[in-house]
């Protein structure tokens, strides 16, 4: 059983790590960097329920996703080695993700129509 001295010690600690400026700034990244991860998961869901022409579109939206998920990681590992190259290069994928997002939306999108005999005689 642990001595009676120690439980005040730890929430010292504690409350030192909330009070540090740095774990308060990656601790509000992450929050940030897990809302963009769960709503491109939303939308990547959704995209991957229409239409094959669109294959493309989910694709990019995979990738925004899984860039969401390494800043979050990044985020983490940040917090708990107190590193800022870590937080810093999670921000960039959060950026990254969120570009690649924007991009499946607004490029426009071009549907493949296979050749047919047809088509290929009109040429």
């Known amino acids: 059983m642990a001595n009676t001295h120690e439980h005040p010690e730890h929430a010292e600690h504690a409350e030192h790590n909330a009070l540090d400026p740095f774990n308060q700034r990656v601790a509000v ?8 991860l769960a709503g491109i998961s939303m939308v990547g869901h959704r995209t991957h329920n229409l239409v094959l022409q669109m294959q493309g579109d989910a694709n990019r939206l995979d990738v925004a996703h899984l860039l969401a998920e390494v800043g979050l990681v990044l ?6 080695t107190k590193k800022k190259a870590y937080w810093f290069i999670g921000l960039l994928a959060a950026v990254l993700s969120l570009a690649l997002t924007t991009s499946a939306y607004m490029i426009p999108h071009h549907p493949h129509e ?3 005999p047809d088509t290929k005689a009109a040429h």
Do not use: D, K, Q, W
Not at 29 to 36: F, G, N, T
Not at 75 to 80: D, F, Q, Y
């Open 75 to 80: 985020c983490s590992i940040a917090l708990l």
């Open 114 to 116: 296979p050749a047919t």
């Open 29 to 36: 990244s992450m929050a940030i960097v897990a809302a963009l």
